[in-house]
Structure formats: structure tokens, C-alpha cells
């Protein structure tokens, strides 16, 4: 069963920054598709972006942005954070699904979650 352990989050200010990490273990990454999810208080978990099992396609709410990447070899996934808005704060979980899933629904493992603060 794979665990997730994400990283990365923090204070930054508006049009700032950030790449977040999210180290597997307990399993093979290219077993899986993974996702980046988001919440903000008061509101729904969101599908920020998600990656195939190879890298072979990606998807990205905020197009332009954000980059979903994975690196197998590292067990690790990322997300680069660009131009961030006070919008963008909630904390961001990573998911992991099977390795065709299409995160119409969240995958089966997540991350304990990052927190991400984008002042104004």
C-alpha cells in the first residue's frame, strides 16, 4: 500500500512561487496516476491537476500556472506553482490512483496534505 508524504508549502506573496512534492513509498510510482487535489476553507475538495503513469499527458485546471511533473525513478511528484493569488490558498493533498485512472474521482491514497498561504 503506498504512502504519501507531501511537501513544500508555506507563506508566499502575490505572483510568487512554490513547487510542491509529494515523495511515494511502499510502492512502484509508475504503478500509478497521480493528482494534486486543493481545499479551501469552506469550500469542496478540487481536482487541481493529474498525470498519467509515464507522464505521457497532464491536466491542469489552472492552465498556464501550474505544472504537474513526476520523476519514477525518485518516487516523487511535483507541482510548480507559478503567479500564485491569494485564491490559490488552501491546502493541497496529493492523490494516487491505479495506474489508468482518470480522477473523475479521487484516486484511492492521499498525502496528509500541504498548506499553501498566498498573502495579498
Known amino acids: 500500500q503506498v504512502q504519501l508524504v507531501e511537501s513544500g508549502g508555506g507563506l508566499v506573496q502575490t505572483g510568487g512561487s512554490l513547487r510542491l512534492s509529494c515523495a511515494a513509498s511502499g510502492g512502484t510510482l509508475s504503478n500509478y496516476a497521480m493528482a494534486w487535489f486543493r481545499q479551501a476553507p469552506g469550500k469542496d475538495r478540487e481536482l487541481v491537476a493529474a498525470i498519467t503513469w509515464n507522464g505521457g499527458y497532464t491536466y491542469h485546471k489552472e492552465k498556464g500556472r501550474f505544472i504537474i511533473s513526476r520523476d519514477n525513478a525518485k518516487n516523487t511528484v511535483y507541482l510548480q506553482m507559478n503567479s500564485l493569488r491569494p485564491e490559490d490558498t488552501a491546502v493541497y493533498y496529493c492523490?494516487?490512483?491505479?495506474?489508468?485512472?482518470?480522477?473523475?474521482?479521487?484516486?484511492?491514497?492521499w498525502g496528509q496534505g500541504t498548506q499553501v498561504t498566498v498573502s495579498s
Open positions: 492523490n494516487a490512483g491505479p495506474r489508468h485512472h482518470t480522477f473523475t474521482s479521487p484516486g484511492d491514497y
